[in-house]
């Protein structure tokens, strides 16, 4: 494992039990968190983001079965530890919360609504801390400032209920950067903001990352969330990582017809086409794992090959590699549509503003 990587997963498998059978969710992940770096894992709904990042911290369902892998992370004294191989309350007293927190979509289900603001903030710092009540009342006073609570002092005897969905949501941050953990893990934290609250949170994440030296994880189907907070961006689809690279290298030299798809797809006022894209079709049943690519269904640029056999990670650069038969030497070389290749541009261009 590079010294300069604090979580890398390795060769992650999952499967889950269900009354229909068992779902393959995740086959073969492996993903690498730089130091101080942010990476985003994006995808459509169901693809196996969320469940990817639950399983490091010991968040997954009963019913699920961790096939093979490991997720290795880098503690402040450079030891490596498997986090695959901790219990669930091994994981609850030496690492969530004081080395990986993670923020939710949804502040309402991580807050307790029959709790003060400042209690719920406060209750981390006593279990990994161990600090008195003072201390960690002049703690909580610094971190709601530091997320952009005005009246921290007043904010503090607040229930969430008495509270706006972006102050919750800062909120929310402020629990999960209490104990001063080293990873931050964000599962589409904005998703139900509007779109002003959306960039002050995430304008907020940038600069307590930069602060603290945070190494951070984005969960998100949002490419114009990746283009504004990501050094790396991993694209993910039916339970793998088809395409991985620079932030750059995704949005001005994607790869695979599924990245292309995805960056089609998001807004441009100035196409000449009346209607936003869609991928068309849907993403496979993982009941039923399919053979050959799982996108070639969707894939208008699908070979035989792709019915018949997986694709390995073609490697481009040093940092960029996708999972496609269009990388093969033998396979044919595909001129993007005009209209596309201008999208791209343009999503490109927009996204770096």
Aim: include cysteine.
């Amino acid at each position: 494992m590079d010294k300069n990587i604090i979580l890398s997963i390795k060769n992650l498998d999952i499967t889950f039990r269900t009354n229909a059978g068992n779902i393959h969710a995740i086959r073969g992940v492996d993903l690498n968190l730089p130091k101080g770096k942010t990476v985003a894992l994006v995808g459509e709904s169901g693809s196996g983001k969320s469940v990817t990042m639950k399983s490091a911290v010991g968040l997954l369902d009963s019913n699920s079965i961790i096939n093979s892998g490991k997720i290795l992370y880098r503690t402040s004294e450079e030891k490596i530890i498997d986090l695959l191989s901790l219990t669930k309350k091994e994981l609850r007293q030496n690492i969530n919360g004081k080395n990986i927190a993670m923020v939710f979509q949804d502040p309402m289900t991580s807050l307790d609504p029959t709790m003060q603001i400042g209690e719920q903030i406060m209750e981390g710092m006593f279990i990994h801390k161990k600090i008195s009540k003072s201390e960690a009342r002049e703690k909580t006073l610094e971190l709601l400032k530091l997320v952009g609570i005005v009246d921290a002092e007043n904010r503090m005897k607040n229930y969430p209920h008495q509270l706006s969905g972006g102050m919750r949501q800062r909120i929310v941050i402020a629990i999960a950067l209490s104990c001063e953990p080293k990873i931050l893990i964000c599962d589409e934290p904005t998703t139900a903001l509007d779109v002003t609250i959306q960039a002050k949170i995430l304008n907020l994440i940038q600069d307590i990352q930069n602060k603290m030296d945070l190494s951070v994880i984005y969960i998100t189907h949002d490419l114009g969330v990746v283009a504004k907070v990501a050094d790396y961006v991993n694209v993910m689809y039916a339970g793998k990582i088809i395409e991985t690279g620079t932030v750059d290298e995704i949005f001005f030299d994607p790869r695979h017809p599924y990245t292309w798809g995805l960056l089609s797809a998001m807004p441009d006022l100035e196409t000449d086409d009346d209607r936003l894209y869609s991928i068309p079709g849907s993403p496979p049943n993982l009941l039923h794992e399919p053979k050959g690519d799982a996108f070639a269904a969707r894939n208008k640029f699908a070979m035989k090959i792709d019915e018949k056999k997986e694709p390995p990670m073609f490697q481009i650069t040093e940092t960029h590699f996708a999972a496609t038969w269009l990388l093969h030497p033998d396979a044919p070389k595909i001129e993007l549509p005009k209209e596309l290749k201008l999208r791209l541009e343009r999503a490109g261009k927009a996204a770096k503003i």
